[in-house]
């Protein structure tokens, strides 16, 4: 470097392995700070560029995941207001069906009426001079117009229309009973729930979430597992994350999953009460312990199975 008072600066010498002359480059000092200087730069530029794309990546992954939520969602919107216009429906036919039976109930007292005035016609008639005119007159009060066989038939003819009707009733009532069993409505295992539907943490890696599509239950291995509705087992075997699996189809849209068995209690193709073992409790699949992993499927998408968790 040079003295005091002239421009400093930074020689570079350059000496060969044989025997040739030496070689030496003067560079100005402020020219090394500038290389420097574009250097850091550089290096700050690549790391602001990298958090960017890191940053974008997670909210492009959260982006995902809410429009998956999104979805899941709209879907069990969909099918509550389905649902809820199907009860309206048969509050409807309810409140038809009650019309009926009071107009019935109406019909019928009339009769007890017309009854009534009958035998106090008859009695009066019984007093008079000629017993020909009182049997005359009786003939004529209970088969002319208006008379009591007339209002006999007229209730007859009623009866025999309301009987399909309430027929069609009891159909209805039938269907409710078959769509009521076929909803799932208690828990399949007792236990303590240590994971809910929706978004969580990875519980197998170190950062990351996912949206969990059922509910975990902690119990003991090998506990009895419970379908939790009336139905038709479609499938049991190994799949994947879900080990050892039962599948349950219980009608009207709604399916049932039991994962992580330890093992099976019923086969493809068996019929099932609410209630009925369909498996023991294990940690087969991907699984950080012994649980039940459960869901509720409804219309082909997974719902809350908290939502039909009511009875333990």
Known sequence: MTA?????CFTVMVIPHSEEATYSLKLPFYLLQITVGLLLLCVVGVAVLGYSYLKAS???????????????QQEEIDALAIETQRMLEQVQALDELFELVTEKLDIEEDINNDALQN???QSNAGLGESGYNGYERFSWNSFGTGGVLDRAAANLSYLQSVIPERSDTLDLVEG???????????WPVRGRLSSG??????????SGYQFHTGVDIIGAHGSDIMATAKGKVSFTGYRS??????IVDHG???????AHLSGFAVTAGEEIERGRVVGYMGASGRTT????????HHNGSPVNPYNYMKEQ
């Open 289 to 296: 312990g012994t649980h039940l992993h459960y869901e509720v």
């Open 4 to 8: 005091s008072g002239k421009k400093r």
């Open 58 to 72: 997670v909210l492009a992954e959260e982006a995902s995941v809410l429009r998956q939520i999104n979805r899941v």
């Open 241 to 246: 994350i879900y080990g050892n699996l039962v």
């Open 197 to 206: 539907y929706g978004m969580r943490r990875i519980p197998y890696a170190q």
């Open 119 to 121: 035998q106090s016609y």
């Open 176 to 186: 409710q009973i078959d769509r009521t069993n076929a909803r799932p409505s208690i």
């Open 252 to 258: 009207y849209g709604y399916e049932t999953y039991y």
